[in-house]
């Protein structure tokens, strides 16, 4: 069962801004760090970022690095990628979910995505 939702992908120019949101049921929200992961065309799923269900604690993949930022709204169940100077590299479809922190994959609690919010990068 799906219990996370992503959403604010789109077409954005190189250099721009784009902020993805996932709404994760309150199960998830309370018990697990949560994932960014995306996937482009023809490519494997691959971790971007994650945050800790504290909110203590985030990580980064090199090529995001001071690029992406992740955050976490407790009042919304809501976790957040600010993504900024975006690269046509970056055009992927954007998944989020529960992560295990040791292999940065999806938790082995889970065996299902949501759709993902479809990121374009592109002048």
């Known amino acids: 069962q799906v219990q996370v939702a992503e959403s604010g992908g789109g077409l954005v120019q190189p250099g721009g801004s784009l902020r993805l949101s996932c709404a994760a049921s309150e199960w998830i929200f309370n018990n697990y760090a949560i994932g960014w992961f995306r996937q482009a065309p023809g490519s494997e799923r691959e971790f971007v970022a994650y945050?800790?269900?504290?909110?203590?604690?985030?990580f980064y993949a090199h090529a995001v690095k001071g690029r992406f930022t992740i955050s976490r709204d407790n009042a919304k169940n809501t976790v957040y990628l600010q993504m900024n100077s975006l690269k046509p590299e970056d055009t992927a479809v954007y998944y989020c979910?529960?992560?295990?922190?040791?292999?940065?994959?999806?938790?082995?609690?889970?065996?299902?995505w949501g759709q993902g919010t479809q990121v374009t990068v592109s002048s």
């Open positions: 979910n529960a992560i295990n922190l040791s292999t940065r994959r999806l938790h082995d609690d889970f065996h299902s």
């Open positions: 945050i800790t269900w504290s909110g203590a604690n985030t």
